[in-house]
């Protein structure tokens, strides 16, 4: 008996006092929203972290040569890890390959068409090392990176934005 009494003096308050009942319901639902847009976002990020770490491979190890600090504000010049030194990390037990890379950005252009690009100067292990697949072509050889022969690999978004109506390779 005791209980419906206070389920009817509970619906008789919220009757009442409506706008009360509809902002605090309205904050109620507001609330568990964000919590669980909040917890889908973050579960996203995690995926999105997580098949990028596969897709690079949970046996890389980057070695990138120091600088000097001081407070935050670099303060001295990089140095570059020599041929020498890539020979001894291949030398350690259970390293496969090596491979140098060397990144910076330039104005790429074909006829009237251009781009700013990345651009990565690397060795043919880079590709296997990084499960990369070439859709079209191949991948440069040892002895043109030995001879220095002018070639390049480029991404289907580069390839789009260049050669519009010609053939890339």
């Known amino acids: 008996m005791l209980f419906w009494t206070i389920v009817k003096i509970a ?3 919220l009757l009442g006092n409506k706008l009360r009942s509809f902002l605090t319901m309205l904050g109620i639902i507001i609330g568990v929203g964000a919590v669980i847009a909040m917890m889908a976002i973050g579960s996203g990020a995690e995926q999105a972290i997580t098949k990028n770490i596969k897709a690079m491979g949970s046996n890389l190890l980057y070695l990138r040569p120091g600088a000097f600090r ?9 140095e ?6 890539m020979q001894a990390v291949l030398a350690i037990n259970g390293v496969k390959m ?3 890379e060397c990144t910076k950005r330039y104005q790429i252009k074909y006829l009237s068409q251009n781009s700013n690009s990345q651009v990565y100067g690397t060795a043919p292990t880079y590709f296997e090392m990084r499960n990369y697949e070439i859709e079209q072509g ?3 050889t040892e002895e043109e990176t030995l001879s220095e022969a002018r070639v390049a690999i480029m991404g289907p ?3 789009k934005t260049l050669f519009i109506n010609d053939y890339p390779l």
Do not use: H, W
Request: hydrophobic share 35%; charged share 25%; glycine share 14%.
């Open 80 to 85: 570059n890890i020599t041929s020498k030194e």
């Open 11 to 13: 619906f008789k308050s």
């Open 70 to 78: 001081r407070m935050g504000v670099g303060g001295g010049s990089r």
């Open 157 to 159: 978004e580069l390839a």
């Open 98 to 100: 090596v491979s140098p």
């Open 138 to 140: 191949r991948a440069f």
